[in-house]
C-alpha cells in the first residue's frame, strides 16, 4: 500500500520551454501533496506543499508563477516549470499524505530527473 | 526556523559491520521524526518515532528517539552491501530534512 508514482521519470527539454510533472497516489487518497528539489549531493528540499482543491504554499525563495502546483483531485498533483532554464535541472520528487495512513508519514514517488539545456 | 543536522556525513565500512547514525533537531513544534532511506531514486521510508525511549525494530535496523536529547539514533547491523545509501532524517508535519549520511558498504 501507500505508492505514489511520477511521471515522466526523466526530461530533457531545451531553454525556455514548461514541463510538467505529474504526481499520483494509486492505492490511496492523497489529501496532502508535497514538492521537493534535490540537487546532487545535497538533502531534499521542500518547494510547496499543496492540499487537494485549494492553492499551494510555497517555501520561501521559491517562485510561485515559476513553479505552478495544481492538485486538482485526490489522487492527482502536478507541478509545472514553467520558461524551464539550465538552473531549474535537477531532482524533482513529489510525496504525499493521505486518508487510512499514518499521519505524519509522507510516502515518496521514484522522482524526476529534470535537464534543461 | 526548524534544523535538523545528522552525523556523520559520510560513513565507509566493511560488511558485517555496526553502524550508529545520528540525528538532532531543533523544532518549534516537535511532532515526529522520521527516517528514509534513499538509494538511486526517491526515499523509501524506514521508521517513524514519536514516543521518546521506544525502540522501531525492522530487520537489522532500528532506531530510537531521545527528546531529552532531541536526538535520535539509526543502528544497522550487520551491513550488507545493499544498505549503501544515504539516509535521511526528517522532523516536522512538513518535513525538514537533515543532509543526509552517505553510508558506503564494501564487500
Known amino acids: 500500500g501507500a505508492v505514489v508514482s511520477q511521471h515522466p521519470s526523466w526530461v530533457i527539454c531545451k531553454s525556455g520551454t514548461s514541463v510538467k510533472i505529474e504526481c499520483r497516489s494509486l492505492?490511496?487518497?492523497?489529501?496532502?501533496m508535497f514538492w521537493y528539489r534535490q540537487f546532487p549531493k545535497q538533502s531534499l528540499m521542500l518547494m510547496a506543499t499543496?492540499?487537494?482543491?485549494?492553492?499551494?504554499?510555497?517555501e520561501q525563495g521559491v517562485e510561485k508563477d515559476k513553479f505552478l502546483i495544481n492538485h486538482a483531485s485526490l489522487t492527482l498533483s502536478t507541478l509545472t516549470v514553467t520558461s524551464a532554464h539550465p538552473e531549474d535541472s535537477s531532482f524533482y520528487i513529489c510525496?504525499?499524505?493521505?486518508?487510512?495512513?499514518?499521519?505524519?508519514?509522507?510516502?515518496f514517488g521514484p522522482g524526476t530527473r529534470l535537464l534543461v539545456l | 526556523e526548524d534544523k535538523v543536522v545528522q552525523s556523520p556525513l559520510s560513513l565507509v565500512v566493511h560488511e558485517g559491520d555496526t553502524v550508529t547514525l545520528n540525528c538532532s533537531y531543533e523544532?518549534?513544534?516537535?511532532?515526529?521524526l522520521l527516517w528514509y532511506k534513499q538509494e538511486k531514486k526517491a526515499p523509501t521510508f524506514l521508521f517513524m518515532l514519536?514516543?521518546?525511549?521506544i525502540e522501531k525494530k525492522s530487520g537489522r535496523l532500528s532506531s530510537i528517539l531521545d527528546k531529552k536529547e532531541l536526538s535520535s539514533i539509526l543502528n544497522i547491523t550487520a551491513t550488507q552491501t545493499g544498505d549503501s545509501a544515504i539516509y535521511l532524517c526528517?522532523?516536522?508535519?512538513?518535513?525538514?530534512f537533515g543532509q543526509g549520511t552517505i553510508l558506503t558498504v564494501h564487500p
Open positions: 514519536t514516543s521518546s525511549g
Open positions: 510525496s504525499a499524505r493521505g486518508v487510512g495512513l499514518a499521519k505524519e508519514t509522507q510516502y
Open positions: 526528517a522532523v516536522g508535519g512538513k518535513l525538514t
Open positions: 499543496s492540499n487537494e482543491g485549494s492553492k499551494a504554499t510555497y
Open positions: 523544532v518549534t513544534n516537535f511532532r515526529s
Open positions: 492505492d490511496f487518497q492523497a489529501t496532502t
